[in-house]
């Protein structure tokens, strides 16, 4: 009855060590995209910015009476449409 416990103690153990296994490999996972996710957050951060600009540049060209603007304007809006239909 003892040799059965020790044996069911050492398949015990082995589990416990299979599990500790699993759960620094599941946490190494959990940091790694953490830090994914932070630099994607400070991308889209950047990118934010970069576009509230070209907002405010546009929005200065739009209400400007100048129709060499407008037509920059145009431009702009179309070149963007295709880069976007290109990145599809």
Not at 41 to 56: I, P, V
Request: zero cysteines; charged letters at 25%; proline letters at 0%.
């Amino acid at each position: 009855m003892e040799q059965e416990n020790d044996d069911q103690i050492g398949l015990l153990a082995g589990k416990v060590s299979a599990l500790r296994g699993i759960a620094i490999e599941i946490g190494d996972h959990v940091r790694e995209d953490n830090r994914l996710l932070d630099s994607l957050d400070d991308k889209f951060m950047s990118a934010g910015g970069l576009l509230s600009g070209t907002m405010k540049r546009l929005n200065k060209l739009a209400s400007s009476k100048d129709s060499k603007h407008m037509m920059y304007l145009a431009l702009f809006v179309v070149a963007v449409f295709l880069f976007i239909y290109k990145m599809r």
